[in-house]
C-alpha cells in the first residue's frame, strides 16, 4: 500500500520499491506527492520488504532534496533497499519491534564465465552507489560496512540504534489519518466520496479492500 496525507505531511511506504506496472511503489508517485508537499515537513512511515535499487535510489535522493525536512518512522520494517531510503531521515524512529535489514543488492543472471565475472562486477558498482549513505549516517567506516553488507546483517530497533543506523527506538505514538486507521485498529472506514486517494495511483474501492485484507 502507498497512500500521502497532504494534510498530516505523511507518506505511507508499505510495500515493495519497484516498477508500479507491477504494483509496487515507485519513484515517480513519491516525488510528485513530495512536490506537492513543498515546504512542509514530510514523515515517511515505512514497513517495506525493499525492492528495486534503481527507484529506491531516486526515492532517497527526493527525500533529501526536500526542503522542509524529513523524518522516517519505521512501523515494522525497513529490508533491503528500504533501509537505504530510511537513511534519508534527519530523524529515524523505529518502533520496538520493528526490524531493519542490509545487504548487497543482488540480480539474477546467466551466460557464460566472462558475463558472470562483469555482472559481479556491476552489482559491487551498485552496492557502492549506496554505501555512502550508510557510512555518512552511522559514523561505520566503508571497510566494516562493506563487512555488514557482505554478511546481510538483521537489527532489532535496538540495535540498528546502537550501530547508528536509527536514531530511536521505542513505543510510537499513531494519529493517523482516516484512511490508515484500518491498519491501525482493524476498524475499516470507507472515504466520504468515491474519488482517489492523495498519492492513489489506483481506485479508492480497491485500496480499501487491500487496505481491509491485510
Same mark, same amino acid.
Given at each position: ?105 543482488? !540480480? ?9 565475472? *562483469? ?17 555518512? *549516517?552511522?559514523?561505520?567506516?566503508? *571497510? ?11 537489527? !532489532? ?9 536509527? !536514531? ?16 491501525? !485498529? ?29
Amino acid at each position: 500500500m502507498y497512500q500521502a496525507d497532504y494534510e498530516t505531511g505523511e507518506i505511507f511506504l508499505y510495500d515493495g520499491i519497484g516498477d508500479a506496472n507491477w504494483g509496487m511503489i515507485d519513484a515517480a508517485t513519491v516525488m510528485s506527492d513530495l512536490g506537492k508537499m513543498s515546504g512542509g515537513r514530510v514523515t515517511v512511515r515505512m514497513s517495506s520488504p525493499g525492492g528495486s535499487v534503481e527507484e529506491g535510489r531516486l526515492i532517497y535522493n527526493a527525500l533529501k532534496r526536500h526542503q522542509g525536512g524529513v523524518d522516517v518512522v519505521v512501523d515494522s520494517s525497513a529490508y533491503s533497499i528500504a533501509s537505504y531510503i530510511a537513511m534519508a531521515g534527519d530523524r529515524i524512529i523505529m518502533a520496538k519491534n520493528a526490524m531493519m535489514m542490509l545487504h548487497n543488492p543482488f !540480480t539474477m543472471a546467466f551466460g557464460d564465465a566472462k558475463e558472470l565475472r *562483469k555482472t559481479a562486477d556491476v552489482l559491487d558498482k551498485f552496492r557502492d552507489s549506496i554505501i555512502t549513505a550508510y557510512t555518512e *549516517k552511522s559514523g561505520v567506516d566503508r *571497510k566494516k560496512m562493506i563487512a555488514i553488507l557482505d554478511a546481510e546483517t538483521w537489527y !532489532t530497533a535496538q540495535e540498528a540504534v546502537a550501530a547508528g543506523f536509527a !536514531t530511536e527506538a521505542g513505543d510510537l505514538a499513531v494519529d493517523a489519518p482516516s484512511f490508515a486507521r484500518a491498519m491501525y !485498529t482493524g476498524k475499516p472506514q470507507e472515504p466520504k466520496q468515491a474519488t482517489p486517494m492523495a498519492g492513489s495511483r489506483t481506485n479508492w474501492r480497491r485500496n480499501v479492500g487491500a487496505m481491509i485484507g491485510k
